[in-house]
């Protein structure tokens, strides 16, 4: 894991420089074992700055979140920099935004953190259901050490690590400007068990299957709201004239929202999870993530957001592609 | 609102399957129609007049013809409207032909179609929005690309119907292929005699603008208003005090050492030349990529071509110029290519001196040639002859249309060779003659009795030239093999090696064999879909000379009407971007075929020519954010359409 002392003068660097605005990355959290966005303006602010394996969050979102009211007469645009920490999964999302030119490269200082995995805070609250103080977790070798009123538990890494990061391959920062330790090399490969299980099934097991997700779903966005990708600044939801979607919170509907979520996110999705993260509900978002991923892999031997100098996928047409997603 | 429904009967294109009462009668009930009717043919004036009378009298405010394609007649109804006052851009048509009653069989369910389809339209039709049709003004000068018998003709042409044109050829000299050629089939003219004229009046003309050993590498703009950027190469001679004496080409230390590209590299020319003697300006040019003084900085002492000229034309620090013109419209007739006999193996060309293409031929026989006429292969005059058809030619391998012109060119050398060489043998592998344009039957008659003996071969059969000493040997599939001192190999016509860069510069299309796509193969011949870009000779499609003189005279006859007029209508129908919503990902840019999209960097958000774009709809489909919106295909008429019939279907 990253020191978290080169992490923090890394910020102060940052911060100090007349070209970066502010810089993105974690604090520790008020309680139990969430840690907290944090935005360092000045060299004092980063010193609250932490790496643990409980950073989930995906903090490009926040790139997307800034809100920039238009100019007044005769202001200048603020073109300064805005620092960010990224895990490897971030990145590709970073990635993907610059592909889309949502952001210009040049307006980000991207620290890079190569990444050894970390925890879903849905399976550790599982195991300390009613935790209030804070938590102080480590990483030694294949467990994680949680000191917890101040006595040590060992806990191997396989029950806590996200299901994603299982399967991770590009544990190392796609982009970054600063690199924050080694480099982690990946030998595992997204295998996609779960997706190909499902395929398998009936196709009236699968309608149960998602029905019985999607009657869970109480629309309130947060999947939306947490994903980086989900940047447009009228949701297809928020439409009025068509509306598309109807606000009622019904079956249909539901799933109607839920698969248009995915579908635009098709051949953009760089796969943190934070959808499903997110979810109140505990809906499996990652799984149509995760099967439209597999479909374009194999259709157009395409994975976003890995190369800052492809085109975004649907904007690459080609007269020999292949035909099959043509309903 | 009070909507009018119009349904035709087509005579009984319509009626036969289609029960149009029936229709008139259902859809009367929709809501919003004040009047529905049915007529034998709506198009007809009587038709016409029907639908004004209704206007007027009932005050409608939108019509609905339910008929056949609006590709046809769109345009007519329109009209109607715009006459009565009404925009007419209120209207909306139903096409229950093309996609009803002849695609249908059974009667009863094909009206249901056609009161679904108009119940559609009638819904989309209270959304229908007035639209403007624009004008925009015209710039009346052409380009004409292509310095070919096609190019010559169409800047000619236009010339003539006086507007100023600009001629603008790669190569040092205009004339194109057709200076290459000897003879013309079938009238057997001789090619420079006929030519050359024309390249003289088209130097000469005072509206033309020659702009020779030039190429086209930018176009902006839009039909009336495009501006070309034209780079012109550096002679390194100046072109004003040449007067084409040709003591430079005799004094320059390379002479007879280059291969000259017109006689296809079997002449020799010196590092300073003039393609061929009737070259058109006859202005000297140096070849940057032999002259030595260019190369090396240093010729001897002093370069003898500078000594030799009396009139101190020759300036080495010439520099590459870019030329913006502004021009009204295009005429694309840059030619073809041949198709490289070395892709065919078994034909053992390039391997073999004997193997020659029938362009290379042409050379031979050329009295401006190489040999002067003479017909001679390694310094002998050939006794046996063999002529091959269709290389690269209606093969699926290669290039799958025929070339048009190889079956009477091949006729024409086979007739020029007995002429030159009497007692000649002569063979003619041919899979099928096709004599089809005029006196061409007759002149392949005349050839065959002339004991020229053509032998069939299938395309597929197994065919190779192999070494024979001096000779080579020819074997076929069923005919004994023949020991042949000249092979002939009539290659076909291919697209140019860049048609893709230069369709992409213009912004025009290619079908799938690679030439210029023209916008209708009936009714638009020389029309591209870029407004205001026409197509003339070999570019579009493999063509004989007064083919392609013809469509070049259409072409310029296309291209000078906008200049006439001084100004044209270009669609009212097209793309809205609402600043708001677009996030300036930039993704339609690529997409438009139009290049009716600009980022406006400033606002960081796309903005859309409206006098560019037709309204494709390409950039609406693929916009992530959904902030383009379609004039007159806007998502609420969409969905309305929808909507209609597919309430209509569930009341079936």
């Known amino acids: 894991m990253v020191n978290e002392k080169q992490l923090r003068d890394e910020v102060k660097k940052l911060v100090s420089r007349d070209d970066v605005k502010y810089v993105i990355g974690y604090e520790q959290g008020t309680y139990g074992f969430q840690v907290t966005p944090s935005f360092a303006f000045t060299p004092e602010e980063a010193e609250r700055f932490i790496f643990s394996p409980l950073c989930a969050n995906n903090l490009s979102v926040y790139l997307m979140l800034e809100e920039k009211p238009p100019l007044r007469k005769g202001e200048k645009e ?32 991207i620290i890079g953190v190569p990444c050894t995995g970390v925890i879903d805070p849905k399976k550790i609250t599982v195991k300390f259901p009613h935790q209030i103080k804070p938590v102080d977790v480590r990483e030694e070798g294949n467990h994680y050490v949680l000191t917890i009123n101040g006595k040590n538990q060992k806990i191997p890494k396989d029950e806590l690590l996200f299901e994603k990061c299982k399967q991770c391959e590009y544990p190392t920062p796609v982009i970054h400007d600063v690199l924050l330790g080694d480099e982690v090399k990946s030998t595992k490969k997204e295998e996609y068990k779960e997706i190909k299980t499902l395929e398998k099934k009936a196709l009236k097991e699968k309608w149960e299957f998602w029905s019985k997700a999607f009657d869970r779903c109480i629309r309130c966005y947060a999947c939306r709201n947490v994903c980086p990708l989900c940047y447009c600044k009228e949701c297809i939801v928020d439409q009025l004239s068509p509306q598309w979607i109807y606000r009622s919170v019904n079956r249909s509907e539901n799933t109607v929202w839920n698969l248009i979520r995915a579908y635009h996110l098709a051949g953009r999705c760089s796969g943190c999870g934070e959808c499903e993260r997110a979810c109140p509900m505990n809906i499996p978002l990652t799984m149509l993530n995760k099967k439209i991923e597999k479909d374009i892999k194999e259709l157009f031997q395409y994975v976003a957001g890995v190369n800052l100098e492809e085109k975004p996928l649907l904007a690459m047409f080609k007269p020999n592609d292949t035909e099959d997603t043509i309903l | 609102m009070k909507i009018g429904v119009y349904v035709c009967e087509c005579g009984i294109n319509i009626a036969h399957t289609v029960d149009v009462e029936k229709v008139v009668e259902d859809v009367q009930n929709l809501p919003n129609v004040a009047v529905s009717r049915f007529y034998k043919y709506m198009c007809s004036d009587p038709g016409q007049a029907l639908i004004k009378k209704d206007i007027k009298d009932l005050q409608l405010d939108r019509v609905v013809v339910a008929s056949c394609s609006p590709r046809m007649h769109e345009p007519t109804f329109r009209r109607v409207l715009e006459e009565t006052g009404l925009n007419p851009y209120f209207f909306e048509m139903v096409n229950i032909r093309e996609q009803c009653s002849w695609v249908h069989q059974e009667k009863e369910k094909s009206t249901g179609k056609a009161i679904q389809l108009i119940t559609g339209a009638v819904a989309r039709a209270s959304f229908l929005e007035p639209l403007e049709k624009k004008e925009v003004s015209v710039i009346p000068k052409a380009l004409v690309i292509g310095g070919g018998v096609a190019g010559i003709q169409a800047a000619l042409e236009i010339a003539e119907k006086g507007f100023k044109v600009y001629l603008v050829e790669r190569s040092p000299s205009i004339g194109g292929r057709m200076a290459q050629l000897d003879k013309t089939f079938p009238t057997l003219d001789c090619s420079a005699c006929i030519l050359t004229p024309k390249m003289v009046d088209a130097a000469r003309h005072p509206n033309i603008e020659l702009l020779t050993y030039s190429e086209v590498v930018g176009l902006d703009g839009y039909i009336g208003n495009f501006k070309v950027k034209v780079k012109k190469k550096p002679r390194y001679v100046d072109e004003e005090k040449c007067v084409g004496c040709g003591l430079c080409a005799a004094a320059c230390r390379l002479k007879g050492r280059i291969p000259n590209e017109f006689d296809l590299n079997k002449g020799k020319r010196s590092a300073i030349y003039v393609p061929f003697p009737q070259a058109i300006p006859l202005k000297y040019t140096i070849d940057p990529e032999k002259c030595i003084t260019l190369k090396t900085g240093k010729c001897g002492d002093k370069a003898l071509c500078v000594e030799a000229c009396e009139r101190n034309a020759i300036n080495f620090d010439q520099k ?15 030619g073809f290519d041949l198709f490289n006999p070395m892709e065919k193996p078994e034909y053992g060309y390039g391997k073999y001196p004997n193997v020659i293409t029938g362009l290379e031929f042409e050379r031979l026989i050329s009295a401006s040639g190489p040999t002067g006429g003479h017909i001679e292969i390694n310094g002998k005059e050939p006794k046996k002859v063999v002529f091959i058809q269709c290389v690269g ?35 003619i592998y041919y899979t099928d003659v096709r004599a089809f344009g005029k006196g061409f039957e007759e002149f392949y008659n005349r050839v065959q009795g002339e004991g020229i003996v053509y032998r069939r071969r299938e395309l597929g059969d197994p065919i190779e030239v192999i070494k024979n000493n001096d000779k080579v040997l020819v074997k076929t599939k069923g005919h ?12 076909g016509i291919i697209p140019r090696e860049d048609s893709k860069e230069l369709s992409r ?6 079908s799938a064999d690679g030439f210029f796509l023209e916008a209708h193969p009936k009714l638009r011949p020389m029309d591209t879909f870029t407004d205001g870009i026409f197509l003339a000779g070999c570019c579009q499609s493999p063509k004989d000379i ?3 003189v013809a469509q070049a005279s259409g072409a310029a006859v296309r291209a000078a009407e906008p200049l006439a007029q001084g100004k044209v209508e270009v669609e009212a129908i097209s793309a809205v971007i609402d600043a708001d919503v677009c996030g300036g990902c930039r993704m339609c840019e690529d997409l438009c075929a139009y290049s009716a999209l600009e980022f406006d960097s400033e606002k960081k958000v796309m903005t859309c020519n409206d006098v560019m774009c037709k309204g494709c ?15 007159h295909f806007d998502m609420q008429q969409i969905l309305a359409q929808i909507d209609g019939i597919s309430a209509e279907a569930i009341v079936q």
Request: hydrophobic letters at 40%.
């Open chain 2, 546 to 548: 007064p083919d392609a």
């Open chain 2, 480 to 491: 004994p093999d023949i020991d042949a001192d000249l092979v002939v190999l009539a290659t």
């Open chain 2, 505 to 510: 510069i213009l912004n025009i299309n290619q």
């Open chain 2, 320 to 334: 590459e110029e870019i030329l913006e013109l502004d021009v009204g419209t295009i005429v694309v007739a840059t």
């Open chain 2, 393 to 427: 030619s209606r093969d699926k391998k290669t290039h799958e249309y025929c070339s048009r012109v190889c079956c009477m060119y091949t006729a024409k050398q086979a007739h020029m060779v007995k002429e030159k060489i009497p007692g000649a043998d002569l063979v």
């Open chain 1, 78 to 109: 603020d073109t300064r920099k805005v620092g960010l920490v990224v895990k490897g999964c971030d990145a590709r999302a970073v990635v993907q935004i610059l592909q889309e030119k949502g952001l210009k490269r040049e307006s980000l200082v």
């Open chain 2, 617 to 631: 709809g390409s950039c609406a489909s693929a916009c992530p954010t959904g902030a383009i919106t379609m004039r």
